[in-house]
């Protein structure tokens, strides 16, 4: 049964870190491109940041870059995101999305709330 599950989100201050994490298994984690998305009330989801297989590529949406990291460790079958400086506008239930190239084979994690608030 193949499974993403996130984990790390929280309430913190603007300004405060988190590091999210989303541990996949159930398929072979080394073989795809993780993605983290986030949603947050009334609003669609978008892309936060993208990391490919193996590592070799990462990009960011330009309202996180400078401020949060993507990283994978496949010997531990988890991606991570770290966040850093946040913001109110922050706030969203972040997603995980496992992505396997043309094959259009994607799976999704059920998420995790942050929340930044004082």
């Known amino acids: 049964q193949v499974q993403l599950v996130e984990s790390g989100g929280g309430l913190v201050q603007p300004g405060g870190s988190l590091r999210l994490s989303c541990a996949g298994s159930?398929?072979?984690?080394?073989?795809?491109?993780m993605y983290w998305y986030r949603q947050a009330p009334g609003k669609e989801r978008e892309l936060v940041a993208a990391?490919?297989?193996?590592?070799?590529?990462?990009n960011y949406a330009d309202s996180v870059k400078g401020r949060c990291t993507i990283s994978r460790d496949n010997a531990k079958n988890t991606v991570y995101l770290q966040m850093n400086r946040l913001k109110s506008e922050d706030t969203a239930v972040y997603y995980c999305?496992?992505?396997?190239?043309?094959?259009?084979?994607?799976?999704w994690g059920k998420g995790t709330l942050v929340t930044v608030s004082s």
């Open positions: 990391i490919t297989s193996a590592g070799g590529s990462i």
């Open positions: 159930g398929f072979t984690f080394s073989f795809y491109a």
């Open positions: 999305n496992a992505r396997r190239g043309a094959t259009g084979i994607e799976y």
